[in-house]
Nanobody, 115 residues
């Protein structure tokens, strides 16, 4: 079955950087667009970024545009999210999925931005 395992989260100071990873299995990774979502405490699920099957087209929610970079390595079945210039509002659980609506997410990785 589909399995998505996110990692790379942690505690970081404002202005810092983190790189999230998502290892996928149970489906043909290279045939699917991939997406990052996040959910802050007390808030709903929010789309963050998407990448097409080959990695040549990327899309970002306005709030993260210019700070986050999505990428993928189809040879390693792995999705990445490089997050720079982090701010307090980026604090959330981050999830990857191959579903554009956010279904079928992994267990998530927590990102906390705090001084």
């Amino acid at each position: 079955q589909v399995q998505l395992v996110e990692s790379g989260g942690g505690l970081v100071q404002p202005g810092g950087s983190l790189r999230l990873s998502c290892v996928a299995s149970g489906f043909t990774f290279s045939n699917h667009w991939m997406h990052w979502f996040r959910q802050a405490p007390g808030k709903g699920l929010e789309w963050v970024s998407s990448v097409n099957t080959g990695g040549s087209r990327t899309f970002y929610e306005d709030f993260v545009k210019g700070r986050f970079t999505i990428s993928r390595d189809n040879g390693k079945n792995t999705l990445y999210l490089q997050m720079n210039s982090l701010i307090y509002e980026d604090t959330a659980m981050y999830y990857c999925t191959n579903d554009r609506a956010g279904a079928g997410r992994g267990q998530g990785t927590q990102v906390t931005v705090s001084s």
